[in-house]
């Protein structure tokens, strides 16, 4: 598919783009990639990139939720199965307490362009886990009628 989309777009694939970009490619549900993820980069020095972030700049937000009733054959998220709710709402209440945190590490409310709820399959939570999360975010950002929210959803496989 790509490669037709690519033609429609006026490039044509030849032997050497091919050769050139077949190969194994970072999974794309990470942000930085889990390759650049380092010990480097310890608490104190991520506490001050929350800190510098520019108040007037919008932000973008993801928000995983790692859980699904069952795995897709081609699912690569860390997500995993679960039979029952608790383990989800564990985990919100964990959610909820983090969102908070981030607050306290940031220089004031920052505008959101963007929220992106991923994982798994964030069709898990219930409406009021839905409704607590907006809520906590709207306590730590500013959130306005016309930000941009996705979900990636995919019923049970």
């Known amino acids: 598919m790509s490669l037709a ?8 694939p030849t032997a050497e783009l091919v050769a050139k970009y077949d190969g ?5 549900t990470s ?8 010990a480097q980069i310890d608490a104190q020095t991520y ?3 929350l800190h510098d972030l ?14 699904c009733a069952r795995l897709c054959w081609y699912c ?27 607050g306290a590490a940031l220089p004031g409310r920052l505008p959101v362009g963007a929220i992106h709820f991923g994982g798994g399959t964030p069709n898990m939570l219930s409406t009021g886990e839905v409704d607590a999360i907006f ?22 496989c």
């Open 47 to 49: 506490g001050l990139w």
């Open 31 to 38: 942000y930085p990639p889990a390759t650049q993820f380092s």
């Open 5 to 12: 989309l690519a033609t429609n777009a006026g490039v044509r």
């Open 135 to 156: 809520d906590r975010l709207g306590q730590v950002f500013a959130l306005t009628a016309d930000v941009d929210v996705a979900v990636e959803m995919d019923p049970p």
């Open 24 to 28: 194994r490619a970072p999974r794309y």
């Open 54 to 67: 520019p108040v007037e700049q919008a932000v973008s937000l993801y928000v995983h939720i790692p859980f």
């Open 76 to 102: 690569g998220c860390n997500t995993r199965a679960v039979n029952r709710h608790e383990p989800v709402g564990d985990y919100v209440r964990l959610l909820l307490d983090e969102i908070a945190l981030l």
